[in-house]
């Protein structure tokens, strides 16, 4: 077997690789940022100010003039630059890498059992983190220092994480574990529930037996005499501190009936529920005084929606104007909410439609507070973050302007009082020559050997987006632009459990994209062609 | 082409109408009111206060600021009642197992479904929307009056009774006969064996559970004493059992609908009504009898192998017989034409105009437990009126407005005026567009 052998090699390579690349991070530095303006969220703007950061953390804050700078600390000039508080999106699925599962299957002749599935309620999306650097540096430039990572497979998906984006260390990035359950409204494939309806009734099952199940352990632990022992169930076990103990519920919520079936919920069973997505929360506003609410910038109505059964010209007004202000709906009822990324495929997409919700209506300030402080407080999180003042963690971004204003870059990121630099977006961009939308095989040619590789891409103006599947799975493509001819993007792979990030350079054509991935200790080529496209 | 032109035509304007509190003021003027249950007044009026019925008569007089409609010339009728239909949800059958009857279609409603519309157009003001028929023992089902505009929860009509789906013979059996996993039962017998062992289960359930609550009450009761694991799945069976909620069978051949009737008594619950019930004419006296109703198509039949013997005779045959008979729609499409169907049963049977319409109106009102407040138009029941232009039996006619509660929801005249405006501006869009490319 040729492959094989090859695969073999391959491996020796890309562990190599792996041994050279590998960069650490420093954290225990001393930073003073000067001369920049301050804007402190929960307090009161400072015109020309400081932040001193040492070991992690805001030592201290304030007018220029108050402030002793530290002699052991580096200096940062940023005049004319703004400083925030870094920004908190609390829903996103980054860094998650599902194993792929066998569907569930019945055998012929076996009589219907209570087969369940979609419940990982004990699961942790810790175990299941592979950081990119290539993704880190794209929520940088956005100016996201932290995360809520939730795991998105199954009704029970499992248990969230809140990260801060220091490094590409799993342990390290940990703010808080086991922040929340995420549940969503899904189905199973084949096996109960295969419907919503069904989802519901195993929803509220599943609570009512975490109910018993945790009166039946309490009766058994107070005098075991005389008592059945109840059988352990680690998926009630871990279901239990949601249910008796009021430890937060996050719902995915895709469309209106889903908040409201989430309400039910929460209100059948007494749950602390949070509602994430939402991006039709105005629309059932009257019900949602007292929810946490984690809306989703995602703008698309979702298939059931009024709006996109009625035609194109209105779906392209819900999609251009009607979603978009949801926020600022909310707003004006007087609801608070989060902002998050959830549903967009793009970083750069998050400050985009911020951009637009603020069009549509939505205060600035209110904007900023849906992804600083009101998140920070609906995950207990504000005494650490959220906002700048003395004794919460550095998270600090340095802005070229007023955040939200469409020329504004994120020049600088602290996270954690780590410091990041952003790089700079390439200045001289030709317009595309061609586009580059669509299926692509080839073959990577390394000095080991050569590899099978079949891309998927697409295209938005400059903007290259997509994916590479090969042995290995499958890998994002980020950061890509298309100038003229030249194209340019980079990968994060993840090999054996570890990822490499590579940098392709190289000339694309109609049917033709030939050039070099460079990696830290050397490159390969690749030569792929356009697969055509079936004419049916 | 209709049914491409509804959604397409149902009108911007129509999207937004506001949200109000249901119950308004209304007077209906000088219709031929047809109350299904008090006779017919050839000249009379209507008046609405607050979404009750206040006076039906002659020469009412329109208390200061309540909206009249003039219906010189046309039949005003209760509201249509569509007894069986699967309108107004995002799914319809929780295929994975065979027996689930803790699912419920409540938890899947769709406010926004067009189709609620198609309803009004034909009259229709208030719908049982229901589970599928592809389990053996489906899923609750839920009554819904066709306020479009307003929120699920709006709809609901809560004094209905709650009922559960079940069905026999081919669909159960077939369900997912040609699937990878093809699920017991494939067989009639199948199918009533089925139920039967989960009714069996679900009375030890009960009993578990009445067992567990009289020791839990005696003085005697000791402290350890831990309830039985509460089962959604058998709670909806032993509700059947209590008595809380009435079943609704899909049952084509006379053979297994005897069979079902037998469970029943087996078991002591409640069936409300068959649903389709081809063969019903073969057992009329014995469903009369038990005082079970049908809900069935008119004179569709022959369309699978149960339905071969299915006659349109049996409406009008078995309402003579004592059943009480309504006419549903099962979908989104004949739902605008129940009078139609209903007319029928005076051609094929014999009914009488009286008796026709009952069919469509008081007969499913008192199968879904509704009778107090629809299904005819007497003081005190709910404003629920479709106006027709000609008698509602009458091949000829068609529903002009739809009422609910006081509200108008389907105005014919309006709706056509404003798809007119709507296809003017398109045309005219398309003519600027034009005019550009030149």
């Known amino acids: 077997m040729k492959t094989k052998k090859f695969l073999v090699l391959f491996y020796f390579f890309l562990a190599f690789l792996i041994l050279v690349s590998s960069s650490s991070t420093y954290a225990g530095s001393v930073y003073a940022?000067?001369?920049?303006?301050?804007?402190?969220?929960?307090?009161?703007?400072i015109d020309k100010g400081v932040i001193i950061i040492r070991d992690g953390l805001i030592v201290s804050l304030g007018p220029s003039e108050k402030i002793v700078i530290p002699e052991d600390a580096e200096v940062i000039e940023a005049e004319g630059l703004i400083a925030y508080p870094g920004l908190i999106d609390a829903h996103t699925n980054l860094f998650l890498e599902l194993p792929k599962e066998e569907p569930a299957q019945r055998q012929r002749g076996m009589a219907p059992q209570e087969k369940e599935t979609g419940r990982y309620s004990d699961l942790t999306v810790f175990k299941l983190l592979k950081p990119k650097k290539t993704t880190i540096g794209s929520y940088h430039k956005i100016g996201v220092t932290t995360v809520l990572v939730a795991p998105k497979k199954?009704?029970?998906?499992?248990?969230?994480?809140?990260?801060?984006?220091?490094?590409?260390?799993?342990?390290?990035?940990?703010?808080?574990?086991?922040?929340?359950?995420?549940?969503?409204?899904?189905?199973?494939?084949?096996v109960y529930p295969a419907t919503v309806m069904g989802t519901m009734a195993l929803l509220r099952q599943s609570f009512l037996d975490a109910k018993h199940y945790h009166s039946h352990k309490s009766l058994y632990a107070s005098s075991s005499k005389g008592i059945k022992r109840p059988e352990y169930d680690p998926f009630l076990e871990a279901l239990v501190p949601f249910i008796l103990e009021r430890k937060p519920i996050i719902f995915t919520c895709n469309n209106q009936e889903d908040i409201k079936r989430a309400l039910r919920l929460i209100d059948e069973f007494k749950l602390n529920g949070f509602l994430s997505g939402a991006n039709e929360a105005w629309r059932v506003a009257d019900y949602l005084k007292k929810t946490p609410l984690f809306v989703s910038l995602h703008f698309k109505p979702p298939i059931t929606s009024i709006y996109v059964n009625k035609g194109e010209e209105l779906k392209e007004k819900a999609e251009k104007e009607i979603y978009p202000a949801n926020a600022s709906n909310l707003y004006k009822s007087g609801i608070r909410f989060a902002l998050t990324s959830y549903g967009l495929t793009k970083a750069s997409d998050y400050l985009k439609n911020i951009q637009k919700a603020i069009k549509a209506g939505l205060?600035?300030?209110?904007?900023?507070?849906?992804?600083?402080?009101?998140?920070?407080?609906?995950?207990?999180?504000?005494?650490?973050?959220?906002?700048?003042?003395?004794?919460?963690?550095?998270?600090?971004?340095?802005?070229?302007?007023?955040?939200?204003e469409e020329k504004t870059r994120v020049k600088r990121i602290f996270v954690d009082g780590v410091m990041f630099k952003i790089k700079k977006p390439p200045e001289k961009v030709k317009a595309p020559a061609l586009n580059l939308a669509g299926k692509w095989e080839g073959t990577v040619i390394s000095p080991m050997g050569e590899l099978d590789v079949t891309m998927e891409l697409e295209q938005e103006e400059n903007e290259i987006l997509g994916t590479i599947t090969s042995n290995f799975g499958i890998w994002e493509i980020s950061d890509g632009i298309l100038s003229g001819n030249d194209l340019t993007f980079t990968i994060s792979a993840t090999i054996m459990g570890e990822s490499i990030d590579m940098e392709f350079s190289g000339k694309a054509e109609e049917d033709l994209i030939e050039g070099t991935f460079s990696f830290s200790s050397g490159s390969a080529e690749i030569r792929v062609t356009r697969v055509p496209t079936s004419g049916f | 082409m209709k049914k491409k032109i509804i959604p397409i035509f149902l009108g911007f304007s129509l999207l937004f109408i506001p949200v109000l509190a249901s119950g308004q003021n209304l007077l209906i003027k000088n219709g031929t009111i047809?109350?299904?249950?008090?006779?017919?007044?050839?000249?009379?009026?209507?008046?609405?206060?607050?979404?009750?019925?206040?006076?039906?008569?002659?020469?009412?007089?329109a208390p200061e600021g309540v909206k009249t409609v003039d219906a010189s010339g046309k039949y005003v009728v209760a509201g249509i009642i569509d007894s069986h239909t699967h309108i107004a949800i995002t799914a319809g059958n929780e295929s994975s197992e065979a027996i689930t009857p803790e699912v419920s279609v409540r938890d899947v409603l769709n406010a926004e479904d067009t189709a609620i519309y198609t309803a009004l157009s034909g009259g229709v003001t208030m719908v049982h929307t229901m589970h599928g028929s592809?389990?053996?023992?489906?899923?609750?089902?839920?009554?819904?009056?066709?306020?479009?505009?307003?929120?699920?929860?709006e709809m609901i009509v809560h004094e209905a009774y709650r009922t559960l789906k079940f069905a026999l013979g081919e669909n159960p059996k077939q369900s997912n006969f040609f699937t990878a996993t093809p699920r017991y039962p494939q067989s009639r017998m199948g199918v009533n064996a089925i139920i039967r062992r989960e009714l069996l289960k679900a009375k030890n359930y009960k009993e578990q559970w009445d067992r567990y609550l009289k020791a839990k009450k005696s003085k005697k009761s000791a402290k350890n004493l831990i309830p039985p694991r509460k089962n959604l799945r058998m709670e909806a069976l032993a509700d059947l059992l209590r008595g809380k909620m009435l079943a609704r069978c899909h049952s084509y051949r006379a053979d297994e609908t005897l069979e079902f009737i037998n469970l029943s008594k087996e078991f002591g619950f409640k069936i409300a009504c068959f649903e389709h019930a081809s063969e019903a004419f073969k057992i009329a006296k014995e469903l009369a009898e038990e005082g079970i109703g049908?809900?069935?198509?008119?004179?569709?039949?022959?369309?699978?192998?149960?339905?071969?013997?299915?006659?349109?005779?049996?409406?009008?045959?078995?309402?003579?017989?004592?059943?009480?008979?309504?006419?549903?729609?099962?979908?989104?499409?004949?739902?605008?034409?129940?009078?139609?169907d209903a007319a029928k049963s005076m051609k094929y049977g014999g009914l009488t105009e009286e008796e026709a319409l009952k069919l469509v109106t008081i007969n499913p009102a008192i199968q879904l437990g509704v009778e107090k407040i629809a299904g005819s138009l007497e003081v005190g029941k709910h404003g629920d009126i479709a106006i027709f232009n000609e008698h509602p039996m009458s091949a000829y006619t068609r529903c002009d407005m739809t009422i609910i509660e006081g509200k108008i929801y389907f105005d014919r005249a309006q709706y056509l005026k404003e798809r007119e405006e709507e296809e003017k501006k398109k045309a005219e869009k398309e003519k600027k567009k034009k005019g550009e490319k030149k």
């Open chain 1, 33 to 45: 940022i000067v001369n920049c303006k301050v804007v402190p969220v929960a307090s009161s703007a």
């Open chain 1, 154 to 190: 199954g009704i029970f998906a499992g248990q969230s994480v809140l990260l801060n984006l220091n490094g590409e260390k799993a342990e390290a990035m940990v703010v808080k574990n086991s922040v929340a359950l995420q549940i969503n409204f899904t189905r199973a494939r084949g």
């Open chain 1, 363 to 404: 205060p600035k300030e209110e904007a900023l507070k849906a992804v600083t402080i009101h998140p920070a407080q609906f995950l207990g999180v504000n005494n650490i973050m959220g906002s700048l003042s003395e004794g919460k963690i550095a998270n600090v971004i340095l802005t070229s302007g007023e955040i939200f």
């Open chain 2, 34 to 61: 047809l109350t299904v249950t008090k006779g017919t007044i050839p000249r009379g009026d209507i008046l609405i206060i607050n979404g009750i019925i206040k006076k039906i008569g002659e020469n009412i007089e």
């Open chain 2, 134 to 153: 592809g389990n053996p023992i489906g899923g609750q089902n839920i009554v819904l009056k066709m306020k479009w505009g307003l929120s699920a929860e």
């Open chain 2, 294 to 340: 049908t809900s069935v198509f008119l004179d569709s039949w022959a369309y699978k192998i149960e339905a071969y013997e299915g006659i349109a005779y049996s409406a009008g045959f078995c309402t003579k017989k004592g059943v009480l008979v309504s006419i549903n729609s099962d979908s989104s499409e004949r739902i605008r034409r129940l009078f139609n």
